[in-house]
């Protein structure tokens, strides 16, 4: 890598002073103008859109603005302008912070269970060891961190994505206190957050130290949207260059479609309706399941767009997710369930 420092600082530098640079003509530049785009784009093509340009997340004002409008009316808090990386969908972000780690020399991490399968696809490709911090799962009962008084890296996921429960304040509370006495970075995948039955969006998550924290939420997932991509880090300002370089040189910039769906995404959410009229269809369809006897539960969600439920009559019937997937025991014959599957939904109620 070293015998090539010299060459990336150079283009490191001209992107720079593209971008700061307005008065000069980028001879060498590689925007086009392309006078056939209509044509080519036929149906697609929007005259709105610049389809022969290099489109960018981060240096799109509106778009920022947005997000720093959401957070401050949910979390009241503003992540500023480097404090936020947007990307094509969860997996890019997730892969490029483990990439950030590896060449950083982390090799120990911790994390509470349980995590979506793509975390436990990088850290066996990056060869990490990995501990259990705790025995239990967040929502459970007794739920205590088991962690060293050092500095590390510690990964924990919203319940929300596989029993429909957010991260509880005391748990937060237990995480920001070890982080202010070891000053170890935490990664929080709240990809399923901002999905609360209630009216409030506030995320108790937020409430960790943001210089310290790194944050991974899913626009496409709140919306439940899942054929569009859009996810982004809220993270540490100091963090932001070598995260954001990582990510640009693993999956390059975005597209004209992509962006206009994150505009869009953020500004249902900066409305006094929010998404409500969805995560209010969700809850109904929960609890029409629970009124006609079709699903019986201990772990009583109250949010997100899935159940962790005993079904009625043979589970067998159906293709399921059951607590061995989600390192989950003390719940036999449960299994998660898509409160947003039409197929299943019907299926249930005609057991």
Not at 136 to 156: A, D, I, K
């Amino acid at each position: 890598m070293s015998s090539f420092k010299a060459l990336l600082d150079l283009h490191r530098d001209v992107e720079h002073r593209v971008r700061h640079a307005n008065h000069k003509v980028f001879l060498s530049g590689w925007d086009v103008c392309n006078p056939f785009a209509q044509e080519f784009l036929g149906p697609l093509f929007d005259p709105a859109a610049d389809s022969t340009s290099y489109q960018s997340y981060t240096s799109d004002e509106v778009l920022q603005s947005l997000l720093r409008q959401m957070h401050r009316c949910f979390d009241a808090y503003d992540p500023g302008p480097r404090g936020v990386l947007p990307g094509d969908g969860s997996t890019g972000l997730i892969a490029s912070v483990f990439t950030w780690l590896f060449h950083n020399g982390e090799r120990r991490v911790y994390y509470v269970p349980t995590m979506h399968d793509t975390f436990y696809y990088f850290f066996d490709l990056y060869g990490m060891n990995v501990r259990r911090a705790a025995a239990c799962h967040p929502f459970e009962p007794g739920f205590s961190l088991e962690l060293p008084e050092e500095r590390t890296v510690l990964f924990v996921s919203d319940p929300t994505w596989y029993v429909g429960r957010a991260l509880a304040p005391e748990v937060i509370g237990e995480v920001k206190a070890w982080q202010a006495r070891t000053g170890s970075l935490v990664f929080v995948d709240g990809t399923w957050q901002y999905l609360q039955w209630g009216d409030s969006r506030h995320e108790c998550s937020s409430g960790l130290d943001p210089d310290l924290t790194i944050r991974l939420v899913g626009p496409t997932k709140f919306l439940g949207l899942n054929g569009h991509r859009f996810s982004y880090l809220l993270l540490p300002e100091r963090l932001f260059g070598d995260i954001a370089d990582v990510h640009e040189n693993l999956h390059g910039s975005t597209s004209v479609q992509n962006l206009g769906f994150a505009r869009r995404a953020i500004s249902v959410m900066t409305t006094p309706e929010h998404n409500r009229r969805l995560t209010n269809h969700v809850r109904d369809i929960y609890l029409s399941l629970v009124e006609g006897g079709v699903v019986e539960t201990q772990v009583t969600p109250d949010c997100g767009l899935y159940c962790f439920a005993r079904v009625r009559g043979d589970r067998d019937r159906f293709l399921v997710m059951g607590g061995e997937y989600y390192e989950l025991d003390g719940y036999p014959d449960y299994v998660r369930i898509n409160l947003l599957s039409q197929e299943g939904i019907a299926a249930l109620a005609d057991a």
